[in-house]
């Protein structure tokens, strides 16, 4: 069955260190987004991609990147991991003609 | 602009009763609208979406209607259970920004026996 994966699934790292989280979806889908999850604020967008090599900034992108080298992976990177962006992360994908997105499991990040 | 706004948890209720989470939006198009489920440790699975104006969406007993008079799409139940305890979310997607989601804060649903 296709599915889309996060690793790791949780992460504890220091201020400074820059780190990255993995997504996997063998949908086959182009569109690929990264979300983070606060109390209070429900999800965020951070970036998204509508196919290879293609990158956008959401609402809240600053602290962080990404990169869209083939279909399956769109990994997110801190550059420089700040304890404000403690949070739950979420990868998701769409077809390019659906609007309905399909969610992983998630990564719990620590940043101490 | 496109925003969510659903109604604050938490939502406490007894096995078999009625459930109404509401949810209003705002949208500069016409967007599709979804309710997405999040149990305690998991991502968000879709529950149900509708894309126009008076469907209905509907899924293991949960409705929603697309209402565009009253730009809402409240979820509703007839007879909770306690499996149905998990967080909540309204969203809607918009065409007109590519389809990027815009989510509520969330509705947190504790059903007891």
């Known amino acids: 069955d296709a599915e889309i994966t996060q690793s790791p699934r949780h992460k504890i790292t220091e201020t400074g260190r820059q780190v990255t989280l993995a997504c996997h979806q063998t949908w086959n889908h182009n569109n690929m987004f990264w979300y983070r999850q606060d109390l209070g604020h429900g999800l965020r967008l951070i970036h998204y991609?509508?196919?290879?090599?293609?990158?956008n900034k959401g609402e809240v992108s600053d602290g962080y990147s990404v990169s869209r080298s083939n279909t399956e992976d769109l990994p997110l990177t801190l550059e420089s991991a700040a304890s404000s962006q403690t949070s739950v992360y979420f990868c998701a994908s769409s077809e390019r003609t659906s609007a309905t997105q399909f969610f992983g499991p998630g990564t719990r990040l620590t940043v101490l | 602009g496109n925003s969510v706004t659903q109604m604050e948890g938490p939502v406490t209720l007894s096995e078999e009763a009625f459930l109404t989470i509401n949810c209003t939006y705002t949208a500069t198009g016409y967007p599709s609208l979804f309710w997405y489920v999040q149990y305690p440790g998991e991502g968000l699975q879709l529950l149900l979406k509708a894309t126009k104006a008076d469907d209905k969406g509907s899924n293991k007993g949960f409705e929603a209607t697309y209402r565009k008079e009253t730009t809402s799409f409240h979820l509703e139940k007839g007879s909770v259970q306690v499996s149905d305890s998990a967080v909540y979310f309204c969203a809607l997607s918009d065409p007109l920004t590519g389809n990027q989601f815009y989510f509520g804060t969330g509705t947190s649903l504790t059903v007891i026996p």
């Open positions: 991609s509508y196919g290879v090599q293609d990158t």
